[in-house]
């Protein structure tokens, strides 16, 4: 695998919302890059459009214009289908808030996606053991979300979006709900998923810290995106 592959490009993108009797227009041409095993931080004021552009890199919204390319898929050429399932095997989510399930244990909430896609549970344990090992939470796998800590929630939403092995993890504001000593937390855990699974990560972060783990932050402003 080359270190300076592209693995995802936004292409001029635009997107624009219907805001009572006028339009919005949040993405006036934006074009970004990630290189195979790098972080890139995205970077903005409040309502700038950073969770829209997450969307879109995700593949969770379409654009009004433009094109996403991950390596030689144009991935909105394919139909609804085709675009869920290559989502599903391809991109991990990871948002502000966990979203766990809390009537589910920890390792249960990980491997969630596998048993939505008729998995057998015998089948996929070990691999949720493994990644929960990684995040740090093997001890607290047979604990419910509210017996968790708002971190340790937050490391099984990273947990469950690596369960498929995904190309990108894409991170939206993934420390904002988090007191001081978690968002470090989080921030190191992100830091090493990126050397160790040499994993390409983007993330959208209010936070400068995390930023500044990046090795590539585009600044969003006025509908444009502009790397410093």
Same mark, same amino acid.
């Given at each position: 695998?080359?270190?300076?592959?592209?693995?995802? *490009? $936004?292409?001029?993108?635009?997107?624009?919302? @219907?805001?009572? /009797? &006028? !339009?919005?227009?949040?993405?006036?041409?934006?074009?970004?890059?990630?290189?195979?095993? #790098?972080?890139?931080?995205?970077?903005? /004021?409040?309502?700038?459009?950073?969770?829209?552009?997450?969307?879109?890199?995700?593949?969770? =919204?379409?654009?009004?214009? $433009?094109?996403?390319?991950?390596?030689?898929?144009?991935?909105?050429?394919?139909d609804e289908r085709e675009l869920?399932?290559? !989502?599903? !095997?391809?991109?991990?989510?990871?948002?502000?808030?966990?979203?766990?399930?809390?009537?589910?244990?920890?390792? #249960?909430?990980?491997?969630?996606?596998?048993?939505? /896609?008729? *998995? *057998?549970?015998?089948?996929? !344990?070990?691999?949720? #053991?493994?990644?929960?090992?990684?995040?740090?939470?093997? &001890?607290?796998?047979?604990?419910?979300? $509210?017996?968790?800590?708002?971190?340790? @929630? @937050?490391?099984?939403?990273? /947990?469950?979006?690596?369960?498929?092995?995904?190309?990108?993890?894409?991170? =939206? &504001?993934?420390?904002?709900?988090?007191?001081?000593?978690?968002?470090e937390n989080l921030h190191q855990?992100?830091? *090493?998923?990126?050397e160790k699974r040499n994993q390409?990560?983007?993330?959208?972060?209010?936070?400068?810290?995390?930023?500044?783990?990046?090795?590539?932050?585009?600044?969003?402003?006025?509908?444009?995106?502009?790397?410093?």
């Amino acid at each position: 695998m080359k270190k300076n592959e592209v693995i995802l *490009e $936004g292409t001029d993108l635009h997107r624009s919302f @219907q805001t009572g /009797a &006028e !339009r919005l227009h949040v993405l006036k041409g934006v074009s970004l890059r990630a290189y195979r095993g #790098e972080i890139v931080a995205v970077i903005g /004021a409040s309502g700038v459009g950073k969770s829209t552009l997450l969307h879109i890199l995700g593949a969770l =919204d379409r654009p009004d214009k $433009g094109k996403v390319s991950l390596k030689t898929t144009d991935i909105f050429s394919l139909d609804e289908r085709e675009l869920a399932h290559f !989502r599903n !095997r391809t991109i991990g989510f990871v948002f502000q808030f966990h979203h766990l399930l809390p009537e589910f244990t920890a390792l #249960e909430n990980v491997i969630m996606p596998r048993l939505i /896609a008729g *998995e *057998e549970i015998k089948s996929i !344990r070990k691999k949720g #053991e493994e990644i929960l090992g990684e995040v740090g939470l093997m &001890e607290r796998k047979d604990h419910r979300p $509210g017996e968790l800590s708002g971190g340790e @929630q @937050q490391r099984v939403a990273v /947990a469950r979006a690596l369960i498929n092995d995904p190309q990108i993890l894409v991170a =939206d &504001e993934p420390s904002g709900n988090l007191d001081k000593e978690n968002k470090e937390n989080l921030h190191q855990l992100f830091t *090493e998923l990126n050397e160790k699974r040499n994993q390409t990560i983007i993330l959208a972060t209010h936070n400068q810290e995390l930023a500044q783990r990046a090795q590539r932050i585009y600044r969003l402003k006025d509908g444009k995106a502009e790397v410093i």
